[in-house]
């Protein structure tokens, strides 16, 4: 049924972009399947609810659901605990916190007792009560949506273009995994996501004689996205290096100062005929090379150049509000790139609405 209604709706919509999001579902009781204390976009705060990972087909004029997966906290699955030598059989979680002190907000250690973990047998219980088939396991929101194209591929459907969130975007493995795929994306990503400047390139590291020969490296640590945005670099060989007028007066480089423009994206809901009110905001897009860990640099140890968009609050803004990677070529018009990045609002008005409907259904 999936597939039938995938192939009707990639008909129907015509769609020149793809979007994968997560929808939360608050819930009172605890027999829900995968329902617990977790982080919902969708309602802005933690709260007792389910989530569902979705992928959605979309233009101009409308959208779809091509496909829907449920997430399953830790909580629902007994592979994510640790066995007798501390060993987790999950392949998704690294580690398992048992430490049951955390921090204050002034950084200072406070005593506050975790609810222990459900037994095995508790899970085991649970999931049988729920219906839940042994394949289903935990995964993390990204791989679920990976998963999901895979799927959509093998029914005969391509993306023409990605778009997700950071929550998705600020993953190393999710872009990677586009990648791999041929698949073009622009997502986003948070501040502090680090990369190089495009000009900048690996250099070969002077062999010793002992050893392994070293791999070209870049002479510079690479930067967070913010730095990359406030302090562009003049050539490849500092860096470093602010902006002149960083350097003469001490203050910070505003959005205007380093090329921002406005750009118009859409019409606002509450546009008429006779008085267009347009979305519109402050952009720039450079050139740069992510680094970090969980990205693979090439065989000359260069890592790939992609864009990097931003969104400043205005001409006088200090820093950007959002930050956005994407594998558009080159040539990419800013404002394509900023259409692509503001896509998600053609699903947000029906999305709880239709996920809920089909999540329900499977």
Known sequence: MRRR???????VVAADVWIVDDTGFPKDGKASPG????YSGTLGKVANCQIAVSVHAASEQASAVLDWRLFLPTSWDETCLPDQDGHIANPYLRRHREDPLTLGVAGEPKVKLRKPP??????TARRHASKIPEAA???PKWRLALDMLDQLTAWGHTPPVLVADAGYGQVAAFRGGLTARGIRYVVATT??????PAAAAPEQVGYTGTGRRPRPRYRHPARTLKHLATTPPPDATTEVATTEVAEATGTPVTASQVGARPVRWRQAARSTPDKPVWMSG???????????????????GTYPELWL?????????????DYWLSTLPPDTPLEDLVRYAKARWRIEECQPHCTRRRVAAA
């Not at 501040?191 to 190089?196: E, G, R």
């Not at 897009?285 to 090439?298: E, F, H, I, S």
């Not at 968009?309 to 509000?321: F, R």
């Open 282 to 300: 402050w952009f720039t897009a450079t050139r740069v090379r992510p680094a970090g860990r969980g990205v693979t640099p090439d065989a000359d």
């Open 137 to 139: 396991r935990y995964a």
């Open 5 to 11: 209604l995938a192939a009707r709706a990639v008909e």
């Open 309 to 321: 968009l931003t969104q400043w609050a205005g001409p006088d803004a200090t820093e950007p509000s």
């Open 118 to 123: 459900p037994t095995v047998e508790q899970i």
């Open 35 to 38: 329902v617990a204390r977790q």
């Open 191 to 196: 501040a502090t996501t680090t990369a190089h």
